[in-house]
């Protein structure tokens, strides 16, 4: 019997992955001495079972859940067999295959380990259809018959200029407080919390600091806390984006990141529901732009995980763009919003709690500056169009800009609504619903409705032409 035909064990390093999530059952056996305190022998010898038992039940759980998931590679595709409580045979075609994650960190590179996740468009939004832990050799033959053994090509590989911008832009103090907190935690624990509590005071001692000399000593520690936490946000972004390129490979794009946590995407073309082009007030500023894509049936790629290009100058992004994903994304015709309804961007209405938001926004004057100077900015830029082949909407997600280039085949519904102050200025807004595992939905606000009328009608034109 051919090889390639029998159902195989994915990699042991799973048994150790299986293990964390029930890492609980320690706990509990842990907090049992604590509290129950056995004094007797006949105590101490039952806690001990007890205990054993915990210890026993995950090995055996985690084994028998090693043992249950296999997988085998032919000509149809990824078949998988897995009997947990329920037995499950399901079959992945090449052809139907979506997305592949491949994802390798510190320790599983140890092992000579790394996990592949695979999606279709019928997948669910909160898990893949199928992963498991592979060894490096089975992974890239796997790789291959999915792309084909098609080559490289089209390669795009970011500067590290480009990734420190796009660390710095996209950085924040939580992000880097979230991390800090369970470091300075375990630290405590190896070293001792008093040997910690001089190490966390001397990185935070204000005396010398520039800031003491405008702030009273309070307000100056919390400016060393905030800019610590960034800075460390930007250090782990860095590492988790640094190296990042992205090529064709066939049918797919393949997009590789990461130093110390690799992480690896193969998404197909022809699933891509829209190409992404984001700034913010300050990549404005710089002349810079990112872009990023979304995906039929993988909605675990949302955020950064789908970056496609790095920040780079607006020529240097359309033309990979392009190359990429053979998407042009110049605009033949656009229209942008009417220039008398700048207020409605920027018009807060508050109602009976204005008098409430309104100190908010005192106490908080730097933010409301900046929010109010991106939604001028927003105004300005947002937008609808027509590309070759597709529809771009450009509007604003929070503090970002953001382009959507969406092929026409994708688009499911355009909408048009107007409310009664609308109606006076002869403005709507463009509403385009696109392929997505769910609702998902683009706004341009405050557009000239007569022409927006116009080029959606070309938008009808042309769709039915294709």
């Given at each position: 019997m051919n090889e390639d035909y029998i159902y195989k064990k994915t990699h042991p390093y799973a048994i150790l992955t299986h293990m964390k999530l029930y890492v609980i059952f320690i706990v509990l056996s842990v907090l049992q001495q604590i509290f129950l305190k056995p004094q007797g022998i006949i105590e101490i010898i039952g806690s001990l079972g007890i205990n054993a038992l915990y210890v026993f039940s995950i090995l055996f759980y985690t084994i028998y859940l090693y043992r249950g998931f296999t997988y085998r590679i032919d000509e149809r595709g990824i078949s998988v067999k897995s009997s947990v409580l329920i037995k499950k045979y399901f079959t992945l075609p090449y052809d139907k295959i979506q997305t592949v994650t491949i994802r390798r960190d510190i320790i599983s590179a140890i092992f000579g380990a790394v996990k592949i996740s695979a999606d279709t468009a019928a997948g669910s939004g909160k898990k893949y259809d199928a992963e498991g832990f592979f060894s490096k050799k089975r992974a890239k033959n796997m790789l291959n018959i999915i792309s084909k053994n098609n080559e490289e090509k089209n390669i795009y590989r970011s500067n590290i200029v480009n990734i420190i911008l796009m660390s710095v832009f996209r950085s924040n103090p939580i992000t880097g407080l979230l991390f800090i907190i369970p470091v300075i935690y375990q630290?405590?624990?190896?070293?001792?919390?008093?040997?910690?509590?001089?190490?966390?005071?001397?990185?935070?001692?204000?005396?010398?600091?520039?800031?003491?000399?405008?702030?009273?000593?309070?307000?100056?520690?919390?400016?060393?806390?905030?800019?610590?936490?960034?800075?460390?946000?930007?250090?782990?972004?860095?590492?988790?984006?640094?190296?990042?390129?992205?090529?064709?490979?066939?049918?797919?794009?393949?997009?590789?990141?990461?130093?110390?946590?690799?992480?690896?995407?193969?998404?197909?073309?022809?699933?891509?529901?829209?190409?992404?082009?984001?700034?913010?007030?300050?990549?404005?500023?710089?002349?810079?732009?990112?872009?990023?894509?979304?995906?039929?049936?993988?909605?675990?790629?949302?955020?950064?995980?789908?970056?496609?290009?790095?920040?780079?100058?607006?020529?240097?992004?359309?033309?990979?763009?392009f190359l990429l994903t053979d998407i042009n994304t110049d605009e033949i015709r656009s229209v942008y919003t009417e220039k008398n309804t700048l207020w409605s961007y920027i018009y807060l209405p508050f109602g009976k709690a204005g008098e409430i938001l309104r100190v908010a926004m005192i106490l908080c004057i730097i933010l409301f500056i900046w929010w109010t100077v991106f939604r001028i900015f927003a105004h300005k830029n947002s937008h609808i169009g027509l590309c070759n082949n597709s529809f771009s909407i450009c509007c604003y997600k929070r503090l970002t800009l953001k382009k959507y280039i969406i092929p026409y085949d994708k688009i499911q519904y355009i909408g048009m609504t107007q409310n009664i102050f609308q109606r006076r200025k002869g403005t709507c807004n463009i509403k385009v619903y696109m392929y997505s595992e769910k609702k998902s939905v683009h706004i341009a606000r405050h557009i000239n409705k007569s022409a927006a009328e116009k080029l959606l009608s070309d938008v009808i034109r042309l769709e039915y032409k294709m």
């Open positions: 630290t405590g624990k190896i070293i001792g919390s008093e040997m910690t509590e001089r190490i966390v005071k001397g990185s935070l001692d204000i005396r010398n600091s520039l800031f003491t000399v405008y702030f009273s000593p309070a307000v100056s520690a919390l400016i060393a806390v905030i800019m610590m936490c960034w800075m460390l946000s930007v250090l782990v972004f860095f590492l988790r984006y640094a190296r990042f390129r992205s090529c064709r490979i066939g049918d797919f794009i393949k997009a590789s990141r990461g130093i110390l946590n690799k992480s690896i995407i193969f998404t197909k073309i022809s699933g891509i529901s829209a190409i992404t082009i984001d700034r913010t007030f300050l990549m404005s500023i710089l002349g810079i732009y990112s872009s990023g894509f979304y995906v039929i049936g993988s909605e675990k790629l949302k955020g950064d995980k789908s970056i496609l290009i790095a920040p780079e100058k607006e020529d240097k992004i359309k033309n990979n763009i």
